[in-house]
């Protein structure tokens, strides 16, 4: 009885262990490094938890000395994007994962931050709705965290940058100014 009692917990601690390294999205935190796409200016990120969104990003500026920092946000997460637009910083940042849960009101899925400050932050709730109002697939709610993909940073005139996101076959594309959901962004 003992022998098939061990047996048990040894195939319990197994699919534990087998979730965890899967290497998905809801593995827990580590210290986080992002370089802008020129090299120039780099965000890192460093947790307070191993799971959430507490702690703190700096973004730096890259010099031949030591590197200069230049903004601290109150937040951590391992999704992060940034871009030098003329003389301002943009960072993104997507949500956690939070594997088994709807879409809420209280769970971020995309924020936008320029100079220091916040832009907008959009719920997992917001982002559904825009996709589902969009003619994506309908009533896009759950497993939503694993279908959102960056796609970058996209110039789309003399100096208008928009970000864009896909989830539900769709492409939202934020403005890196305002941090506005954009209807019908311009194109290139």
């Known amino acids: 009885m003992i022998h098939r009692y061990c047996i048990w917990l040894f195939v319990l601690a197994l699919c534990a262990a087998y979730d965890r390294a899967r290497g998905d999205d809801y593995g827990a935190n580590i210290v986080y490094i992002k370089s802008s796409l020129c090299g120039r200016y780099y965000a890192k990120a460093i947790p307070d938890e191993p ?15 030591e590197d200069r920092l230049i903004e601290t946000y109150p937040w951590y997460s391992s999704q992060i994007d940034l871009q030098a637009i ?9 949500g956690t994962c939070r594997r088994g849960l709807e879409v809420s009101e209280n769970d971020l899925a995309i924020g936008l931050y320029l100079d220091g400050k916040t832009l907008k932050e959009y719920s997992t709730l917001d982002v559904a709705a825009a996709i589902n109002d969009s003619g994506a697939q309908s009533g896009y709610q759950s497993k939503f965290c694993w279908s959102l993909n960056t796609r970058g940073y996209r110039w789309i005139g003399s100096s208008d940058h928009v970000f864009d996101v896909e989830g539900g076959g769709k492409t939202l594309s934020f403005d890196v100014k305002t941090g506005a959901l954009l209807k019908d962004p311009k194109t290139k």
């Open 86 to 94: 003329s003389e301002h910083i943009s960072v993104v940042r997507l």
């Open 51 to 65: 799971y959430g969104a507490k702690g703190v990003t700096k973004i730096y500026a890259v010099s031949e000395g």
